[in-house]
């Protein structure tokens, strides 16, 4: 089971910041956690992944995202910044099965476990 949390509307140039919680999964470092983005009437993007301290930012996010995990609780952080009405979307965390190659991939069928998504809507 994943959850996540944190989406929101904000305006253009905003921040917010998503957590991402497997439960009942056990949240080794090993294992690459990633983040997704479906955009309305779009396909599937992956925007930022991470796994054994090292992270990974699509083009499209790089210098504006920053992901991180507190090892602790298992909690994956997505946190935004400068955000466009690009970047609209319905965000998903997902969770792999098992430890893979470094870094972690952007591809949606390294991932087993998913969360149920939350929407972001940036305004102009």
């Known amino acids: 089971h994943v959850q996540e949390s944190g989406g929101g509307s904000v305006q253009d140039g905003g921040s917010l910041r998503l957590s991402c919680k497997p439960s009942g999964i056990a949240a080794r470092p090993d294992l690459c956690m990633a983040w997704f983005r479906q955009p309305p009437g779009k396909g599937l993007e992956g925007v930022a992944s991470f796994g054994r301290d090292i992270a990974t930012y699509s083009d499209s996010v790089k210098d504006r995202f920053t992901t991180s995990k507190d090892e602790d609780i298992g909690t994956l952080y997505l946190y935004m910044n400068n955000l466009r009405p690009e970047d609209t979307a319905m965000y998903y965390c997902?969770?792999?099965?098992?430890?893979?190659?470094?870094?972690?991939?952007?591809?949606?069928?390294?991932?087993?476990?998913w969360g149920p998504g939350t929407q972001v809507t940036v305004s102009s």
């Open positions: 997902a969770v792999a099965a098992n430890a893979g190659h470094l870094p972690c991939s952007f591809g949606p069928s390294d991932y087993l476990y």
